[in-house]
Nanobody
């Protein structure tokens, strides 16, 4: 049974930092492409970051330079380090995984077969 479990969300002041973690089980972790998405109330799910099985990463302009995705294959865990947080970063953050190989970065929700339950991140003073 495939499971992705996020943790690390919470309340943080603008300009602060937070690190999200996502532990995976039931899959060969090193063979996965991994992603983070977020969804704010009333908005569509938005791509935040992806890391391919080989370790290369890709970000949208909205988070580039502030967020860093990384993976630890020994711990079956993917991380999202978030710095310089803004109120507009407030959302439920989801990790995602996909085992299908592709010669491109996966930045669409439909690219991923597996999803976590989400963790709330609130940026507010």
């Amino acid at each position: 049974q495939v499971q992705l479990v996020e943790s690390g969300g919470g309340l943080v002041q603008p300009g602060g930092s937070l690190t999200l973690s996502c532990a995976a089980s039931g899959l060969t972790f090193s063979s996965l492409d991994l992603g983070w998405f977020r969804q704010a109330p009333g908005k569509e799910r938005e791509f935040v970051a992806t890391i391919r099985r080989g370790g290369s990463t890709y970000y949208p302009d909205s988070v580039k330079g502030r967020f860093t995705i990384s993976r630890d294959n020994a711990k079956n865990t993917v991380y999202l380090q978030m710095n310089s947080l803004r109120p507009e970063d407030t959302a439920v953050y989801y990790c995602s995984a996909d085992s299908n190989y592709a010669y491109r970065y996966k930045f669409l929700a439909r690219d991923y077969d597996y999803w976590g339950q989400g963790t709330q991140v609130t940026v507010s003073s």
